[in-house]
């Protein structure tokens, strides 16, 4: 009798325990939850409002009115705010724009299905971005896939006093 009162104490003790120690609020795993996302996140939102910002003073244009139009003498910028080497190399033009008080002019849709994009591209012959084009005074295509501060303004330079 006594055995069977002391393994039903422990057992009882064991179920109470159980219960006691199961009794706290179990949430799952969320995005919100997790530091290391919620950080990613918040960096991307910031790298694309700063992108965004990088852009304002820049004239927006279509790729079909750069091809249609009597467009010669400008700098254009294919980027997107996706492309992490884009927003690297914008806040760069940006502050050589500002500079030099260039007008560059930005392809902001980067449709592949767009025929003047293609023909932009494929005449250029560029494959990756950002790109910064210079269209001369008879129409024709230069481009630089110059990073560097010193270089880009001095390519810049070259172009404002021809």
Same mark, same amino acid.
């Given at each position: 009798?006594?055995?069977?009162?002391?393994?039903?104490?422990?057992?009882?003790?064991?179920?109470?325990?159980?219960?006691?120690?199961?009794?706290?609020?179990?949430?799952?795993?969320?995005?919100?939850?997790?530091?290391?996302?919620?950080?990613?996140? $918040?960096?991307?939102?910031?790298?694309?409002?700063?992108?965004?910002?990088?852009?304002?003073?820049?004239?927006?244009?279509?790729?079909?009115?750069?091809?249609?139009?009597?467009?010669?003498?400008?700098?254009? +910028?294919?980027?997107?705010?996706?492309?992490?080497?884009?927003?690297?190399?914008?806040?760069? @033009?940006?502050?050589?724009?500002?500079?030099?008080?260039?007008?560059?002019?930005?392809?902001?849709?980067?449709?592949?299905?767009?025929?003047? @994009?293609? $023909?932009?591209?494929?005449?250029?012959?560029?494959?990756?971005?950002?790109?910064?084009?210079?269209?001369?005074?008879?129409?024709?295509?230069?481009?630089?896939?110059?990073?560097? +501060?010193?270089?880009?303004?001095?390519?810049?330079?070259?172009?404002?006093?021809?």
């Amino acid at each position: 009798m006594k055995r069977r009162t002391l393994l039903s104490c422990i057992l009882l003790f064991s179920v109470c325990t159980f219960i006691i120690s199961g009794c706290h609020k179990f949430e799952a795993p969320s995005v919100n939850n997790n530091p290391n996302i919620s950080s990613k996140e $918040q960096k991307e939102e910031l790298a694309i409002k700063k992108y965004r910002d990088s852009l304002k003073g820049f004239n927006i244009i279509s790729a079909k009115d750069v091809l249609n139009k009597n467009t010669r003498n400008i700098f254009i +910028y294919l980027g997107r705010e996706s492309c992490p080497y884009c927003r690297e190399y914008l806040p760069l @033009l940006s502050k050589i724009k500002q500079e030099t008080k260039t007008k560059i002019y930005y392809i902001e849709n980067l449709d592949l299905s767009d025929p003047s @994009l293609q $023909q932009i591209l494929e005449m250029n012959s560029i494959d990756s971005i950002p790109t910064l084009l210079y269209i001369k005074k008879d129409g024709s295509f230069e481009k630089t896939g110059i990073d560097s +501060y010193e270089q880009l303004k001095n390519w810049f330079n070259e172009r404002i006093l021809k």
